[in-house]
């Protein structure tokens, strides 16, 4: 039997965004199964906004993805940040945590993921730092393949980076699908081959949010636009792959009528209930 906060492998989660949470409190007990938020957005925060987190907290699971612990990056883990990550997740009874395989932070902030190098030697810099926090968590995390337009350093290809890093960091894989798309176009690089060389065992969930489309070589990941076709396609490839796990929309701003993004997150469903069997 699963616990109060284990998500089902077919289990659709929304981005909880201060801008949506009206919508996300009046919506149907069955619109969602779980919520997913940024914890240095909500770490310190009380009053009446804290209370309204609570609530939440008690209708549905809620996982976190953090922006801010900089895996990739050469100054020290923020331990007072993973300090409060730990209380924020033993406060409200959270057990799900991943982070972006990339680094945002260099004598401070710099409020951006940063492309890593792929490189053997990044792979040991970047276990290690996974280790860490895994350490601090006592959990194992998940980390994100993420988007981005410079690629410097190369030395093995974007999918053995990743299947390294998973593999020396002995963490999980959330397969951002919108991100797989993204760079496959701005890479030259075929999605579905992509998402062929992920390890299934290691995939905890996945991403879908929308982008926009510079030019037929260029796309942008926003998070601010509806998820396109070829992204539901690819999702529909990747629960083919690697099975059904449980799937986040992420919206972050031009947020839709709740009847659009009620429809998106119909939509996951359709695809999970499909692939029930794989």
């Not at 987190?53 to 612990?69: Q, V």
């Not at 601090?136 to 993420?146: P, T, Y």
């Not at 510079?214 to 990941?221: G, P, R, S, Y």
């Not at 992204?231 to 839709?256: C, I, M």
Request: hydrophobic share 40%; charged share 25%.
């Amino acid at each position: 039997m699963m616990g109060p906060n284990a998500l089902a492998n077919a289990s659709v989660g929304l981005g909880l965004r201060r801008g949506l949470l009206d919508a996300i409190e009046s919506a149907p007990a069955d619109s969602f199964d779980f919520l997913e938020c940024a914890p240095e957005n909500w770490i310190r925060v009380g009053g009446a906004l804290g209370a309204r987190l609570r609530a939440l907290r008690e209708r549905h699971p809620i996982t976190l993805h953090g922006l801010s612990l900089s895996l990739g990056g050469v100054i020290p883990l923020d331990d007072a940040l993973l300090d409060d990550i730990t209380v924020f997740m033993q406060r409200h009874d959270i057990t799900h945590y991943s982070e972006h395989l990339s680094y945002s932070a260099d004598d401070g902030h710099l409020y951006d993921l940063m492309p890593l190098a792929f490189h053997e030697d990044t792979v040991k810099h970047v276990a290690t730092r996974i280790d860490q926090v895994q350490q601090k968590l006592g959990r194992r995390i998940a980390i994100e393949n993420v988007s981005y337009y410079a690629a410097p350093w190369q030395r093995m290809p974007e999918h053995e980076f990743i299947n390294a890093v998973l593999d020396a960091g002995d963490c999980n894989l959330l397969l951002d699908v919108n991100n797989v798309y993204v760079n496959a176009i701005n890479h030259g690089y075929d999605a579905h081959t992509f998402l062929g060389t992920m390890p299934s065992q290691r995939v905890a969930g996945y991403h879908v949010a929308g982008h926009f489309d510079e030019a037929n070589d260029l796309k942008i990941d926003t998070h601010g636009a509806a998820v396109k076709e070829d992204v539901w396609s690819l999702l529909d490839a990747a629960y083919q792959t690697h099975g059904v796990k449980p799937t986040l929309l992420e919206r972050d701003f031009n947020y839709p009528s709740w009847d659009e993004l009620s429809a998106e997150l119909g939509r996951i469903r359709e695809l999970q209930e499909r692939h029930a069997d794989v």
